[in-house]
């Protein structure tokens, strides 16, 4: 009998925000998985889950996955951790793989999930709360009401177009990995009449440095920048 | 002392997929507010909460919110409820408010939160899964990946204005509210040369008539569809 692959979504910091299912998944889980970016590092699930659930005796298995800008690097890497999932399964044990925020929102999780199923296994998504979700509550702003849009861009490689198309045409815009491109984006906003007071920045959620409030011109933002930009005003 | 507000998204229907967090103060809020389309309906979020959260001895508020096309009713009923709610505020108790899904996602509970803080409340909001984020998960299908964009559209009031547009600039649409609408974006993703197959189907969750899977040409879907269409593909 092989055993079952879960994905799960941890939320985006406070382990408060685990689902009761995602907790549930953890703690009968043979084998818990968790994705870091360096062999040795603690990864940042892994270490919300713990603030929730008891892992001790659990098996804990590290995966590598290299933010290389080398497509065959990254692909290699998610290769090898398919591969050593699928040995796990293969021994009848369940799997959950914890994954930062949202599994459907920028997760390597998703590319996993699909190879592993077509191999004939059977795997399960728990959604968690995004980053963006958690902005937007703990600013108290909406991200939309009524029949309003939402799009969400990354600016994580400059890829400004999308910013400015997104600007233009929808009423709520968040931009995540908006960090280095404060400035660029305070330009947009101006050149398009939308006031600054119009966007929320919520930076480093549950880092020492954490921050929720209006931009501030020539203030330095951490690396888990979130901006909620609402055209109509905040 | 007054007591302090919160805003509970409940997640789209599985009672498992409301937070730690959110089970933790509906344990401990003294009152319950849940809200209403008509008077003495069993609201949905409410329903969903007592899933997962043994609900006996607390006190349960009913507020209404007509689904009125006149705004100047919206508005009244939202009045009534902020007003509900600081009388028993002012009393001390605690309140939990349950709203669907996410409470930055098309809730309600927003318009109150912020007169109830500006009138110098307490008040904090917890975030949900919303109803695409289960979808995503539902489907095995991310709503984003790599650095990818994601556009929310409402089809509500076919304002399909901006489904277009969606449609031209984002990798990644999800259409709301889009059981109405099915032939009219069928047709929209045939002008832009997207595959029937890249969309997805989230239909009517938790119900006896649930739907998850492809596009259907000729097909009804229930009230709570959610489209989610990947032009590069699932």
Chains 1, 2 share one sequence.
Do not use: H, W
Not at 66 to 86: F, G, N, Q, T, Y
């Amino acid at each position: 009998m092989k055993g079952k692959l879960f994905g799960i979504g941890t939320g985006p910091g406070d382990p408060k925000l685990l689902t009761l299912r995602g907790k549930e998944l953890l703690e009968t889980a043979d084998v818990i998985a968790y994705p870091v970016r360096k062999v040795g590092e603690e990864g940042t699930a892994l270490e919300i889950v713990r603030g929730a659930v008891d892992l001790s005796g659990k098996e804990i298995v590290e995966l590598l996955f290299k933010m290389d800008p080398d497509d065959e690097v990254r692909k290699k890497c998610r290769a090898e951790s398919i591969d050593r999932l699928c040995t796990i399964l293969d021994s009848g044990k369940n799997v959950a793989m914890v994954t930062l925020g949202d599994v459907g929102v920028y997760s390597t999780y998703m590319y996993l999930d699909r190879t592993i199923r077509a191999r004939g296994y059977e795997t399960e998504v728990v959604p968690g709360i995004s980053a963006f979700s958690y902005g937007s509550a703990l600013a108290s702003v909406p991200l939309m009401i009524g029949t309003e849009s939402l799009a969400v861009v990354s600016a994580a490689k400059q890829n400004y177009g999308e910013v400015e198309k997104a600007l233009d045409d929808f009423d709520n815009v968040v931009v995540m990995k908006a960090y280095q491109s404060m400035g660029v984006i305070t330009e947009m906003m101006q050149k398009r009449g939308i006031p600054a007071g119009n966007a929320v920045v919520i930076s480093n959620l549950g880092m020492p440095d954490q921050y929720i409030g209006p931009m501030e011109a020539g203030k330095e933002y951490g690396y888990f920048t979130t901006l909620i930009i609402k055209k109509k005003g905040i």
